[in-house]
């Protein structure tokens, strides 16, 4: 079955800091991929997506690319800020799979200034 | 308001008590999911339903019942409570029906039982 796998955390940065959260998966299907950002306190929201191989997902500074060569979709974003502290959570959906989505356990992101 | 709703947000009950989580969306999405969110584990998902009068069991179900008679509503509820159901939910809607399925969230009900 599908799955996904994200770097374990917690990840600390001092503010302006270059950030990298790894994700890799598994899938059948040609998935659509997703990160997903939760704030304390919140349900989770959708940071950014890509669709299909080698495509850019970008959002708030934050970027992360298709690579379906190494069935990978890293997170970057090149200077953290202290209001980027959060979990962000990796996750994969399959056509055909009923709706569902695939999600990673999370990574959970603290930026001190 | 437009969007997905949860409630009550904080609820304390006890064991054995039946507890019902409820949740609504306006956009009519078609597909709805619970989900629960503990320390160490992640996301896991309860239930969820492609379309009114239509539910399937997630990865832990036991101990849950859901029901979806409307599109827009999609309650959880615990029949007879443990500790161990102790947790935040999620209530989760999707557009469904291509391979985006971007899932939209709502704020979360936090559980505690005694």
């Known amino acids: 079955g599908d799955s996904v796998t994200q770097m374990e955390g917690p990840v600390t940065l001092s503010e302006e800091a270059f950030l990298t959260i790894n994700c890799t998966y598994t899938a059948t299907g040609y998935p659509s991929l997703f990160w997903y950002v939760q704030y304390p306190g919140e349900g989770l929201q959708l940071l950014l997506k890509?669709?299909?191989?080698?495509d850019k997902g970008s959002n708030k500074g934050f970027e992360a690319t298709y690579r379906k060569e190494t069935t990978s979709f890293h997170l970057e974003k090149g200077s953290v800020q202290v209001s980027d502290s959060a979990v962000y959570f990796c996750a994969l959906s399959d056509q055909g799979n009923a709706g569902k989505s695939t999600f990673g356990d999370g990574t959970t992101l603290t930026v001190k200034p | 308001d437009a969007g997905i709703t949860q409630s009550p947000r904080y609820k304390i009950t006890e064991t054995g008590r039946q507890v019902t989580l409820m949740c609504h969306q306006t956009?009519?999405?078609?597909?709805m999911f619970w989900y629960r969110q503990d320390l160490g584990h992640g996301l896991r998902l309860i239930y969820y339903?492609?379309?009114?009068?239509?539910?399937d069991k997630g990865e832990v179900p036991d101990g849950y019942v859901v029901s979806r008679s409307k599109t827009e509503n999609f309650p959880l509820t615990l029949e007879s409570a443990t500790r161990s159901q102790t947790s935040v939910y999620f209530c989760?809607?999707?557009?469904?029906?291509?391979?985006?399925?971007?899932?939209?969230f709502g704020p979360g009900t936090r559980l505690t039982v005694l």
């Open positions: 956009w009519s999405h078609s597909y």
């Open positions: 989760a809607s999707s557009e469904g029906g291509t391979k985006y399925n971007e899932q939209f």
């Open positions: 890509a669709t299909k191989a080698d």
């Open positions: 339903s492609a379309a009114a009068d239509i539910t």
